[in-house]
């Protein structure tokens, strides 16, 4: 069977399968996560030695220090993923809930109700753990997914699909309501962007050049994450021990992720006290890449060029700017954010209220790490992706946001005049 046919297929049981698991009750699809659990806890050391496989080929492809944290799992990160699985558990079920409802004067009663999407294309480079979260997510909020991993997270995807599989069976869902992908072969994703007929949303989640290319050839409508330039301000009424602790957990805790911070603005009031916020960065090797005045402070930092405030770093690299105030410090990230999280420390609630009102951003902290950009920490139990579109959903993307809605209108024989 070709490429083609083979997604073809993919697309014609994933569009049968939604209808029937659009009937699956809530318990019946918590069934089917707590034998996911059960199943991945078993089956432990296969998922591991498949993920030693992708692990052992980046080393021969060279791939970079963040891809290979990206691709990495371990006996705490499989943890991560159980407790993920069980917070969705929990997650009321998004479908069949009544979002509104009304009646007319002639006695039309309304209500908007809510339903799935119904087939989801998830299309995603080296992180093996968006397996878990995205198939779980869909079929808790009802819906079906054809999943595309990168040929970097191949084998580790495939061992976690088995799993899934066998789970979702042993719960009685419908056969096919997650399917993969089983080629690395970059034409499958050409063919599976024009099956409109069959799948409803695709979502991308991998760097910029993936985006691009979905963007621009998908016949389906895309939930798109683009890349995470994000931004921490520390404005003139900062309490400098917060901003010590935030900026350093935005830039550190996970460099490689959407949520780290890439550029640091300060304002120059408090120019003075920088060191103390870079210090503890230098220590941790995290490269600085800084304006003039940031360059005069320390022999290692080096110059910021313009093309430093519009990337991605994804790595141990920050770049440093002083603004005079939080106005500049404002239209630097409208000028350079990809519009995913801003955080800004200050104890000035009318400086927050201004930032927060001109930033054009998904996500606004105030006094805290970019790094709780996460569905997990939103309390969505996990994340498809974070969505960085107005339309449709805006910011981690969780079960309910996987879902759209119908009108249902109860009559008496009422006729239109």
Same mark, same amino acid.
């Given at each position: 069977?070709?490429?083609?046919?083979?997604?073809?297929?993919?697309?014609?049981?994933?569009?049968?399968?939604?209808?029937?698991?659009?009937?699956?009750?809530?318990?019946?699809?918590?069934?089917?996560?707590?034998?996911?659990?059960?199943?991945?806890?078993?089956?432990?050391?296969?998922?591991?030695?498949?993920?030693?496989?992708?692990?052992?080929?980046?080393?021969?492809?060279?791939?970079?220090?963040?891809?290979?944290?990206?691709?990495?799992?371990?006996?705490?990160?499989?943890?991560?993923?159980?407790?993920?699985?069980?917070?969705?558990?929990?997650?009321?079920?998004?479908?069949?809930?009544?979002?509104?409802?009304?009646?007319?004067?002639?006695?039309?009663?309304?209500?908007?109700?809510?339903?799935?999407?119904?087939?989801?294309?998830?299309?995603?480079?080296?992180?093996?753990?968006?397996?878990?979260?995205?198939?779980?997510?869909?079929?808790?909020?009802?819906?079906?997914?054809?999943?595309?991993?990168?040929?970097?997270?191949?084998?580790?995807?495939?061992?976690?699909?088995?799993?899934?599989?066998?789970?979702?069976?042993?719960?009685?869902?419908?056969?096919?309501?997650?399917q993969m992908i089983d080629t690395p072969d970059r034409e499958a994703v050409?063919? /599976?962007?024009?099956?409109?007929?069959?799948?409803? @949303?695709? %979502?991308?989640? =991998?760097?910029?050049?993936? +985006?691009?290319? &979905? #963007?621009?050839?998908?016949?389906?409508?895309?939930?798109?994450?683009?890349?995470?330039?994000?931004?921490?301000?520390?404005?003139?009424?900062?309490?400098?021990?917060?901003?010590?602790?935030?900026?350093?957990?935005?830039?550190?805790?996970?460099?490689?992720?959407?949520?780290?911070?890439?550029?640091?603005?300060?304002?120059?009031?408090?120019?003075?006290?920088?060191?103390?916020?870079?210090?503890?960065?230098?220590?941790?090797?995290?490269?600085?890449?800084?304006?003039?005045?940031?360059?005069?402070?320390?022999?290692?930092?080096?110059?910021?060029?313009?093309?430093?405030?519009? /990337?991605?770093?994804?790595?141990?690299?920050?770049? @440093?700017? %002083?603004?005079? =105030?939080?106005?500049?410090? +404002?239209?630097? &990230? #409208?000028?350079?954010?990809?519009g995913h999280t801003e955080s800004i420390i200050t104890n000035n609630n009318e400086t927050f209220k201004n930032?927060?009102?001109?930033?054009?951003?998904?996500?606004?902290?105030?006094?805290?790490?970019?790094?709780?950009?996460?569905?997990?920490?939103?309390?969505?139990?996990?994340?498809?992706?974070?969505?960085?579109?107005?339309?449709?959903?805006?910011?981690?993307?969780?079960?309910?946001?996987?879902?759209?809605?119908?009108?249902?209108?109860?009559?008496?024989?009422?006729?239109?005049?």
């Amino acid at each position: 069977m070709s490429i083609k046919q083979n997604i073809l297929e993919l697309g014609k049981k994933a569009k049968k399968a939604s209808f029937e698991m659009k009937l699956c009750s809530n318990d019946q699809k918590n069934s089917a996560l707590s034998f996911l659990i059960k199943n991945i806890s078993k089956n432990k050391d296969k998922i591991l030695a498949a993920n030693n496989v992708d692990l052992e080929n980046g080393k021969k492809k060279s791939l970079s220090n963040p891809l290979m944290n990206r691709l990495t799992l371990t006996d705490k990160s499989i943890e991560g993923l159980i407790v993920s699985i069980e917070d969705i558990i929990g997650i009321p079920d998004p479908i069949g809930l009544t979002l509104e409802e009304w009646e007319r004067p002639n006695g039309l009663k309304f209500r908007k109700i809510s339903t799935p999407l119904g087939v989801l294309g998830v299309i995603y480079e080296s992180r093996p753990n968006v397996t878990i979260d995205a198939s779980c997510l869909s079929i808790k909020s009802g819906n079906c997914i054809i999943l595309r991993g990168g040929s970097d997270s191949f084998h580790s995807s495939k061992e976690l699909v088995k799993n899934i599989i066998q789970s979702f069976n042993e719960a009685g869902l419908p056969n096919h309501c997650v399917q993969m992908i089983d080629t690395p072969d970059r034409e499958a994703v050409d063919y /599976l962007l024009g099956m409109q007929n069959y799948i409803d @949303v695709v %979502i991308p989640r =991998g760097g910029k050049g993936l +985006i691009e290319k &979905i #963007n621009s050839l998908s016949k389906i409508p895309v939930i798109k994450h683009l890349d995470g330039i994000c931004h921490v301000f520390i404005d003139k009424d900062a309490d400098l021990n917060i901003a010590e602790k935030v900026v350093f957990n935005s830039k550190m805790r996970r460099p490689e992720i959407c949520g780290a911070a890439e550029t640091l603005l300060i304002d120059s009031s408090i120019k003075d006290k920088s060191m103390r916020i870079l210090s503890p960065l230098k220590e941790a090797n995290c490269e600085i890449r800084g304006d003039e005045f940031i360059k005069s402070l320390d022999k290692n930092f080096k110059i910021a060029d313009e093309n430093d405030w519009s /990337l991605e770093y994804l790595d141990k690299i920050l770049s @440093v700017k %002083i603004v005079s =105030g939080v106005e500049e410090a +404002i239209n630097h &990230i #409208n000028n350079y954010s990809s519009g995913h999280t801003e955080s800004i420390i200050t104890n000035n609630n009318e400086t927050f209220k201004n930032f927060y009102n001109k930033i054009d951003s998904a996500i606004i902290l105030k006094n805290a790490s970019t790094q709780f950009a996460d569905g997990g920490e939103f309390g969505f139990g996990a994340e498809i992706g974070i969505s960085t579109d107005k339309i449709h959903v805006r910011g981690p993307v969780g079960t309910k946001h996987l879902t759209t809605f119908k009108y249902v209108v109860d009559g008496n024989g009422q006729e239109r005049p």
